[in-house]
């Protein structure tokens, strides 16, 4: 039987939204173009861009793809676009963080089935809350695009931490030259701490979290407020169970003459995860490193994972060659996917969840529980 088809568009053709899909360096695909049309039950029609050249751009390389047999619109706004097109299954808002609160909303009015919003959700937690309170109130689901939770490699780590015992500790770190904090860069979110702090943040509390039970989720409440319009409430004050990082003791604070935040550390102590209390979880961010690096250190009783950017290791106990009577951590021979999917595994959950087959693996609820983590350190930064 033929399945039907779900009608996307895209607001924001910029990098994430076009142009990554053509680093030849980067896994392919690696834009929400590229992903949307690499997927068979997605028809990819429509974009917008305040940006006159990359909505062309877009348009001719779309344009060519899609043939004549399908529309490849173009509109100046996302009005227009709404305006004039009214069979959108799928919105995909990949705009600056500074424009989410606006599009996400605007998007999320229009009613399609499912919203793909970039990350992170938004500036603030507040604005974020105001997000999902439009989604509550118009029953339309959201997807934050953290892309690691779809990427093959951090899932195989999950079936690896059974193999390393009890969880001793976890280390996460990202260094870049991108500066971590200053208060000025509220205004645009260009600063570390949110901007790829966000992916490092979510990506642990999904690895740690994974089966813990949520008291509330967004698509429970979707449900009761579909069924039940008039009684949809706030939930601005409901604090998100997915929050595992909680209370930081932030250490090592490192500003530079400007008195912009460029090291810090960060400690939780017993974190309550899906594998047993952690001792401690443990965050470093540099921003004024020449070099980027994200990377994830879980130490077990019996052995360690190691994770990040392009790499996937494995060490387990074992005999030691150097001294009689030890036991040392040995690297183990790992068959990892040459492909994460990690972009085109994001567009088929989208597909997965409108067919009824799948929960979002990325929902608003647990972006939002990301940023009042990543503001809780902030507060240790000012
Ligand atoms: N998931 C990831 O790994 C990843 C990677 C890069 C960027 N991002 C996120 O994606 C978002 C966009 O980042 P980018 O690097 O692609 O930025 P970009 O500047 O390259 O692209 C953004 C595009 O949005 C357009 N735009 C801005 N406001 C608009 C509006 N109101 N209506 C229509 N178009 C509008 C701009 O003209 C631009 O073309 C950011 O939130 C960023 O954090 C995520």
């Known amino acids: 039987m033929k399945q039907n088809r779900y009608i996307a568009a895209i607001v924001g053709t910029g990098r994430i939204g076009f142009t990554l899909g053509f680093d030849k360096k980067r896994e392919q695909p690696a834009s929400h173009t590229m992903a949307l049309l690499g997927n068979k039950r997605i028809k990819l029609i429509a974009a917008t861009d305040t940006n006159q050249e990359n909505l ?68 603030n937690s507040e604005e974020a809350e105001k997000i999902r309170d439009k989604a509550l109130e118009c029953g339309v689901p959201v997807m934050v695009n953290h892309e690691r939770r779809f990427a093959k490699d951090y899932l195989s780590v999950v079936k690896m931490i059974g193999q390393i015992g009890d969880i001793q500790s976890v280390v996460g770190e990202l260094d870049s030259g991108l500066r971590i904090y200053g208060e000025e860069f509220e205004k645009d979110g260009t600063y570390s701490l949110l901007h790829d702090g966000t992916h490092l943040v979510d990506i642990i509390q999904f690895l740690l979290g994974g089966n813990i039970e949520k008291e509330d989720v967004t698509n429970d409440r979707l449900e009761e ?158």
């Open 225 to 382: 407020n579909k069924q039940n319009p008039e009684k949809t409430e706030s939930t601005s004050s409901k604090e998100g169970s997915c929050q595992i990082l909680k209370n930081p003791l932030v250490t090592g604070v490192y500003k530079d003459e400007k008195g912009i935040v460029r090291n810090f550390s960060v400690h939780y102590q017993s974190v309550v995860s899906s594998f047993g209390t952690i001792p401690e979880v443990t965050i470093k961010m540099s921003g004024r490193s020449k070099f980027f690096e994200f990377r994830i250190e879980i130490l077990g009783t019996l052995g360690k994972i190691c994770i990040g950017n392009g790499f996937a290791e494995l060490f387990l106990r074992k005999e030691s060659k150097l001294y009689t009577g030890f036991y040392s951590l040995t690297k183990q021979k790992i068959k990892l996917p040459k492909k994460t999917g990690y972009f085109s595994g994001m567009i088929q959950n989208a597909v997965d969840f409108l067919d009824g087959n799948s929960e979002l693996v990325s929902p608003l609820e647990d972006a939002i529980s990301d940023l009042r983590a990543l503001e809780e350190i902030k507060a240790g930064l000012k």
């Open 56 to 123: 062309e751009q877009w348009r001719k390389y779309v344009r060519k793809h899609n043939g004549k047999k399908e529309f490849t619109l173009t509109f100046p706004s996302s009005k227009e676009l709404y305006e004039n097109v009214t069979c959108l299954d799928i919105i995909t808002v990949a705009v600056n963080e500074d424009n989410h609160l606006q599009e996400c909303i605007k998007a999320i009015e229009y009613k399609p089935k499912l919203v793909i919003l970039e990350k992170p959700v938004a500036l």
